[in-house]
């Protein structure tokens, strides 16, 4: 199971922290990746921490702005997200796939099997 938690509402320019807690599998074990789904819009990968070695990808949009992280003993997957804009404005959804997935598929929403519920942000400008 996968929750995630930390959406909100703030200004443009500002940060917030999202979490992915997880229970019931051993989910340490999984790559972990977020996801966002604007009103009206596709869902589409954010970023995503490869568990075999730690490998990190964003997409272009974010780079240098948010930053994906885990903490293995407890289980959480942080995403911190800085100097946001309204284009970041989304329903943020954290998933789970594959330990070993290559990095050309880590992209790819149908290569995660498990999926937290998502947690709104939003950003005004």
């Known amino acids: 199971q996968l929750q995630a938690s930390g959406g909100g509402v703030v200004q443009a320019g500002g940060s917030l922290r999202l979490s992915c807690a997880t229970s019931?599998?051993?989910?340490?074990?999984?790559?972990m990746a977020w996801f966002r789904q604007a009103p009206g819009k596709e869902r589409e990968f954010v970023s995503a921490?490869?568990?075999?070695?730690?490998?990190?990808q964003y997409t272009d949009s974010v780079k240098g702005r948010f930053t994906i992280s885990r903490d293995n003993a407890k289980n959480i997957v942080t995403l911190q997200m800085n100097i946001l804009r309204s284009e970041d404005t989304a329903v943020y959804y954290c998933?789970?796939?594959?330990?070993?997935?290559?990095?050309?598929?880590?992209?790819?929403?149908?290569?995660?099997?498990?999926w937290g519920q998502g947690t709104l942000v939003t950003v005004s400008s």
């Open positions: 998933a789970a796939g594959p330990r070993h997935i290559i990095v050309s598929n880590m992209a790819n929403k149908n290569a995660y099997e498990y």
């Open positions: 019931g599998r051993t989910f340490n074990s999984y790559t």
């Open positions: 921490i490869r568990r075999s070695d730690g490998n990190t």
